[in-house]
């Protein structure tokens, strides 16, 4: 299974500024995704970020708003831009490995929670 | 209809009983299937996957496969309480992408 680690834990942050959001493995893996998880909530993918490439977003999110990088296969970063209280949340990193006799499981980070006030 | 959609819940159960979660999917194509438990406060954690039809079991667990049906179970046996959590099932598309369903949450008491 992959080692994910996932900075800052927690954070609260003032309405317009920035966070950046970092996901580390311990291996390196084909598919790496961004998941937002409302308080209650079901998991909502934000975005799959793309090894050398524009990360692929979901319908409702836009790179201008969450932009993403991955520079290499274990290293990600996922920025919440001019925060509003409305994007408070659990942001989640999450890794599969999508390799030909891989079992396409998919791992998780423990988490960033993002309150805005 | 959704991709992927779960028994409603909260689904209760006593100490000892059998919990079933059921999960429906809409792409026929569909290959891979997980279930995934997710303690409050917590990340998700794989339980299962299951590929084939049948039964696959793994300890208390036990995932069901019915594809024709489109139709992924899981139960769990000699329930605790330690199992209250929410049950998130997943499913990689035949497009290869994971879809999640919205979770039923499971309660066991003692």
């Known amino acids: 299974s992959a080692v994910i680690s996932q900075k800052p834990s927690r954070d609260i942050c003032q309405r317009g500024t920035s966070l950046t959001i970092q996901c580390q493995v311990d291996s390196q893996v084909t598919m790496m995704f961004w998941y937002r998880q409302q308080p209650g909530q079901s998991l909502t993918l934000i975005a799959t970020?793309?090894?050398?490439?524009?990360?692929?977003?979901e319908s409702g999110f836009v790179i201008d708003k969450f932009p993403i990088s991955r520079p290499n296969l274990t290293f990600s970063t996922l920025t919440v831009s001019n925060m509003s209280p409305e994007d408070s949340s659990i942001y989640l990193c999450?890794?599969?490995?999508?390799?030909?006799?891989?079992?396409?499981?998919?791992?998780f980070g423990a988490g960033t929670r993002l309150s805005v006030l | 209809q959704k991709e992927v959609e779960q028994n409603s819940g909260p689904l209760s159960v006593p100490e000892g009983a059998i919990a079933s979660l059921n999960c429906t999917y809409s792409d026929r194509g569909s290959q891979s299937f997980f279930w995934y438990r997710q303690y409050s406060g917590k990340s998700p954690e794989l339980i299962m996957f299951i590929y084939s039809n049948g039964d696959k079991e793994d300890g208390r667990f036990t995932a069901q496969l019915n594809k024709a049906s489109q139709y992924v179970s899981l139960l769990i046996r000699d329930s605790q309480p330690s199992d209250s959590a929410t049950y998130l099932c997943?499913?990689?598309?035949?497009?290869?992408?994971?879809?999640f369903g919205d979770g039923t949450t499971l309660t066991v008491k003692p």
């Open positions: 970020a793309n090894q050398g490439s524009e990360a692929t977003y």
């Open positions: 997943a499913v990689i598309t035949n497009a290869g992408k994971s879809t």
């Open positions: 999450s890794v599969m490995d999508a390799s030909e006799g891989a079992k396409n499981i998919q791992y």
